[in-house]
């Protein structure tokens, strides 16, 4: 990038003087504005952060515009202020500016500069309409960019966020020795079901669990794709030997996938999810009852055996003649079975 | 990664296949959910090679798609008497020898992309392919 | 022959078959043969099919486990398939196979229970039952 390499006719380009003899002139008006418009936030950016950005876009432009002569933006000499402003751009996004916010931080840089043009040129019109068609030129492409760029990068975030968001609407939860439940908020689609089922059957493996509750008071809507892999999950989990409960059906989704057509009646279902463990516990041989009739359960079976001792104990005292009979019992039915003799066998 | 072909002459191919297939996904990324849905389309389609084409052969091709995504592309091809009519062929229920009528729908299911090619008295050519 | 590979163990009245590697088509209808006729001689009740080690079930093998389970229920013997992994359910449902007909669970164990439970199978013979929970026990180890 020395003098020699740009040609003549290029070099006559004032925008490149007026852009590094006028830099912090420049720089001052351009960041006044910035400062002034409602679009300044500073909870999101320093000035001190604001000034030394936008130093590097002015100075970077004068050199690239001089390497370039009137090339257009997409010339090489551009590249790095390119990545230059993807960078700020892409940093942008993450902070939360709006694209336009974006879009406008470039394009004021004209209603700066294009002034200070016209009054390099003074009188000779042409010259400053061509230049002033040029940077005006630039400065939209550049605009562009950040915009562009700024989009990627809040898809970028979003794909990231969806992805956290995955792992973290897939709790699956042990409630009880072998009982397994996934309550299912939001939104399903097709992805978000496929990971649920590889999660719910991971780790029905790893916990041996031999039931599986599928709660979906928090599902809101419910299509014919979801169902379908509701019931493919069903299925596969009963391949590996586990049983699956479905609760939290709300009468809208009972509507609708009755009128889709589908076929539910191979999947056990419960209104409630508490519904679902009660009868989850029962599959597993428990019971849930409550405290009170649990402990009349308990004296009652304390009478019981308390009972039982007293009939014990009373019948010991007849144990010797019960014995004694026991034996004669015994001794008639040994005759019964073998009605030849030990003695006689041997001979 | 080169691309294989495997003949398919007999039963005992078919398990060849399989390993052959198995060793390729993993070496592509392939999730173990994944392996195994290749790994089963495979035992489908090659085991319909030697039992209907009588002999055929399998290339296997690892590609990648315009997002750089690994993929892997099987080709079932052999010279047996053909699917007189596809259509049927391609719905679920539908059956030829001993009851391996799910072979087909099923396996497109297993699979990102399916396609099927048969001339009666030409032979068979299926291609699928999925992506990691 | 490779089908005689697989072993077939007699505990109890219950016959345990641990498949450990991926079969061929021969191998498979081998042993399809090997669990009948050791039904017939050993008069077993129970079929315990350990797959827990198979990385693939393909309609071939769906189908002869579902025929399995239905011979031998005419020999009067229920039949368990045992431990399926998750990867492999999953691909057999895409596939459009549901094994319908026979009784999956998740281990050795729970199959046990099952078929003392609902099928009475071994209720009558408690040595062979210490015996069976032994086994689990051993196989749920290794």
Redesign the interface.
């Given at each position: 990038m020395t003098d020699n390499s740009v040609p003549s006719s290029q070099a006559s380009l004032r925008i490149v003087d007026l852009l590094s003899t006028r830099r912090d002139e420049i720089l001052n008006l351009w960041i006044a504005g910035r400062l002034e418009s409602d679009d300044f936030r500073d909870e999101l950016i320093t000035k001190i952060d604001l000034r030394n950005q936008s130093r590097q876009i002015v100075e970077m432009l004068a050199r690239s515009i001089r390497e370039a002569g009137e090339a257009d933006f997409e010339h090489p000499a551009f590249d790095d202020l390119r990545d230059f402003l993807n960078e700020i751009s892409r940093m942008r996004a993450v902070k939360g500016y709006t694209p336009m916010e974006n879009a406008t931080y470039i394009l004021s840089l004209r209603d700066v500069v294009i002034p200070l043009l016209a009054e390099e040129f003074e009188g000779s019109s042409e010259s400053l309409v061509r230049e002033m068609n040029y940077f005006t030129r630039l400065l939209d492409k550049m605009g562009l960019v950040m915009v562009d760029n700024y989009i990627r990068s809040r898809e970028e975030i979003i794909h990231q966020q969806r992805a956290d968001m995955m792992e973290l609407s897939t709790p699956v939860i042990k409630v009880w020795d072998k009982i397994l439940t996934l309550p299912i908020i939001g939104t399903l689609d097709s992805r978000r079901a496929q990971m649920m089922?590889?999660a719910l059957?991971?780790k029905?493996?790893e916990t041996?669990?031999?039931i599986a509750i599928l709660d979906i008071t928090g599902v809101r809507t419910m299509d014919t794709l979801v169902a379908n892999h509701l019931i493919?999950t069903v299925?596969?989990?009963?391949?590996?030997?586990?049983r699956c409960i479905l609760t939290g059906v709300s009468p809208a989704i009972a509507q609708t996938m009755v009128q889709l057509g589908i076929d539910l009646s191979q999947i056990t279902t419960r209104a409630q999810m508490s519904d679902g463990i009660k009868l989850a516990l029962e599959m597993i041989g428990r019971a849930v009852v409550s405290a009170k009739a649990l402990s009349q359960a308990a004296n009652g079976a304390a009478d019981a055996a308390n009972a039982a001792a007293q009939k014990a104990s009373a019948l010991a005292a007849h144990g010797t003649s019960i014995t004694e009979s026991n034996r004669q019992r015994e001794k008639e039915t040994k005759s019964f079975f073998s009605p030849m003799p030990p003695n006689d066998i041997q001979q | 990664m080169p691309s294989k072909s495997i003949a398919l002459e007999g039963e005992r191919d078919i398990s060849i296949a399989r390993n052959e297939v198995r060793a390729l996904a993993v070496a592509l990324g392939f999730r173990l959910?994944d392996q195994t849905r290749l790994v089963t389309v495979t035992s489908e389609l090659a085991r319909n090679v030697v039992k209907y084409g009588g002999r055929g052969r399998m290339i296997a091709q690892p590609t990648q798609n315009a997002q750089g995504h690994n993929g892997l592309r099987l080709i079932f091809e052999d010279a047996g008497p053909g699917i007189p009519d596809i259509n049927a062929a391609m719905r679920d229920g539908f059956t030829t020898g001993r009851g391996l009528g799910k072979g087909l729908p099923g396996s497109k299911r297993l699979v990102h992309e399916f396609q099927i090619e048969s001339e009666p008295g030409r032979g068979t050519r299926v291609i699928i392919v999925r992506w990691t | 022959m490779e089908g005689s590979r697989i072993p077939i163990l007699k505990v109890g009245r219950v016959l345990i078959v641990p498949i450990q590697f991926d079969m061929d088509d021969q191998t498979v209808m081998l042993l399809q043969e090997r669990i009948l006729s050791e039904l017939e001689r050993t008069g077993a009740r129970g079929v315990l099919i350990d797959i827990s080690l198979l990385e693939m079930v393909d309609s071939f093998i769906g189908r002869v486990l579902s025929d399995i389970a239905a011979m031998a229920r005419i020999m009067d013997a229920r039949t368990v398939v045992?431990?399926?992994?998750?990867a492999?359910?999953?691909t057999?449902?895409?596939l459009g196979l549901?094994?319908r007909g026979v009784d999956?669970?998740?281990?050795v164990d729970?199959g046990i229970k099952l078929l003392r439970s609902e099928f009475g199978i071994d209720d009558e013979d408690d040595a062979g039952n210490r015996e069976l929970s032994g086994l689990a026990e051993q196989i749920n180890r290794s």
């Open positions: 089922m590889e059957l991971q029905i493996v041996s669990s031999t493919k299925t596969a989990a009963r391949l590996m030997g586990a | 959910i | 045992v431990g399926m992994q998750p492999v359910a999953i057999l449902v895409e549901e094994l999956t669970v998740l281990n729970e």
